[in-house]
């Protein structure tokens, strides 16, 4: 007998396969979210002498996927960030200070002071949209800076707080001299904070978030209760900047008043805009590379720095809507497209 | 008034915008399954009408109850849980999201698990699968992966409808379904309305007066922001009052 080769038919998806495929593609693993945490990995193995540097972009990365998780995913704009990040600094520096020397348990607490405090907020703003949260933001935020600055009995005011002694982690890992201790910490805790942010952003609260960005007004009238929506969002964000904040008090023992400062909420934005808005990996991305970039330009000559952020930050808005992360997914494409051609 | 019977009455509700009465003591009765036409001229109040009992607008006077409950005073979004949903004339849609996306959102919402933040909703099949029904039912099933912006207007008009039914409501508000859509398809989106579930009640206006008189089992005609007649097609086909002011002399029915 002759085998007869049947050609196996190709596979046929069908719509509904489609529709359960789009919840799976939206939650996957990209490589350039891999690729980030590997690359973050290994910079601490092969540059010992630049551990500060690596955690303190861990750390500014942690504070704009906070932003990210508020403009990129909800759509809320805002220019105060730098509130929840001080809020979470101060509030840790202050622990110690006080006494209560436990890192984690402090972390803890300051993402819960940070939390209530965005909680208050949104509160005040949730009736408004627009220009309206973007100005008050802003004044919430310069309100705070100066509250601090004035308030020397309790923020060292332009001095800022040193003298943060925080004990070892789990009693057993010292602070070092070398920031070694320092770098893996902050590591393990954006890491963990990062699956956190990507389980919210894959939940159904997580749709609910883009559904608000999309267009707020349909929102109410297919049943989702805007306010209280706001208020989580508000919360959770504020707490992720809060624990951002508290690194940076704990690792560099002091907590100084740019903690606050305006120019610390625009970072976020532009590290957002640069990175990618609504992907999360694209704070990271863009925080990294502001802070690398800034590192290396103002060696050359510090007094252009602000003359090349204003420039990228033009042709990105222009020609890159989608920043770095957006630009990568059009080359994989691209190059999948060309393959398939060959 | 008995307003129990019925899936939605409402009671000399009015809306005045400053010195401006757009809605004057609008006493209105929708009984369940109904599929009732509101019609009248351009600025006769009859989006106002929508937006006072959707919620989106608030009364200046009179009541509103779903089911016998009254729900004035209820926000949109509470009137949605309820059982009252309502579409927009101007697509008012998520654009990049695609329509399993905007319909899940909207089915894990009245399953009660919108607020969480921890569920997946990759795993969270049935609330997929529900919402690909939804989209199935509306013609949609083919389109469930493409983002809205990228969809054909008409295509974009029934995903408006398909929204508001994922809320599994009592009472369906349309408003204009079909507006801007070229005629051949505008038939195929009302003949979608006419086979909704008989325990909706619909409430739908509509321009096209050959589609209300083929659709709507009843009819009200609006005019400067009052009633001016109810009742069957053949009624209001026969009224000489709403003949001379809203249908010409011309119209053959």
Known sequence: ?342 | MNVNGDALTTAGLCKNFGALSVVIDVNFVLPHGCRHALIGPNGSGKTTLINLIGGALTPTAGKMYLEGEDITHLTADQRVSRGLARTFQINTLFPRLTPIEAVTMVVAQRRGIGASLWRSLKRSSDTIDEAYEILTQLHLADDCDRPTAQLAYGRQRLLEIALALAARPKVLLLDEPAAGVPQQQSGEILSVISDLPDDIAVLFIEHDIDLVFRFAERITVLVAGRILCEGTPAEIAADPEVRRIYLGDEVHV
């Open chain 1, 1 to 342: 007998m002759t085998a007869i080769e049947i050609p196996a038919p190709a596979p046929v998806v069908t719509p509904q396969e489609r529709a359960h495929k789009v919840f799976a593609f939206t939650s996957r693993w990209r490589w350039e979210e891999i690729a980030f945490w590997v690359v973050a990995a290994l910079s601490i193995l092969i540059f010992p002498t630049h551990l500060v540097l690596i955690a303190q972009v861990l750390i500014t990365g942690l504070f704009a996927l906070s932003f990210d998780l508020l403009v990129g995913y909800a759509g809320i704009p805002s220019l105060g960030h730098a509130a929840f990040f001080g809020i979470g600094a101060y509030t840790a520096g202050l622990l110690a200070r006080a006494g209560w020397t436990e890192p984690i348990s402090g972390l803890l607490i300051a993402a819960l002071v940070a939390g209530i405090a965005g909680f208050a907020l949104s509160v005040v703003v949730s009736r408004l949209t627009g220009i309206g949260l973007i100005m008050i933001t802003l004044g919430v935020g310069l309100l705070l800076y100066e509250a601090a600055h004035s308030a020397r009995g309790i923020t060292g005011g332009d001095d800022g707080l040193s003298g943060i002694n925080i004990a070892p982690i789990f009693g057993h890992f010292q602070f070092d001299f070398y920031g070694k201790t320092a770098v893996v910490y902050t590591y393990v805790v954006v890491f963990l904070l990062y699956l956190l942010a990507r389980r919210i952003v894959n939940s159904p609260f997580g749709l609910e978030m883009k559904g608000i960005r999309e267009n707020v007004r349909r929102v109410p009238a297919i049943g989702i209760p805007l306010r209280k929506r706001y208020m989580v969002v508000f919360t959770v964000s504020a707490a992720f900047a809060g624990v951002a904040g508290a690194l940076l008090g704990q690792i560099t023992q002091t907590v100084a008043l740019s903690a606050l400062s305006f120019d610390r909420s625009a970072a976020a934005l532009i590290m957002v805009m640069i990175g990618g808005m609504g992907t999360l990996i694209g704070a990271l991305v863009g925080a990294a590379a502001y802070m690398v970039a800034q590192d290396r330009l103002s060696d050359l000559n510090p007094v252009y720095w602000n003359f090349w952020v204003g420039l990228l930050l033009v042709l990105f808005v222009l020609f890159a809507r989608g920043g770095l992360i957006g630009g990568v997914d059009r080359l994989i494409v691209w190059i999948r497209s060309k393959r398939k051609k060959s």
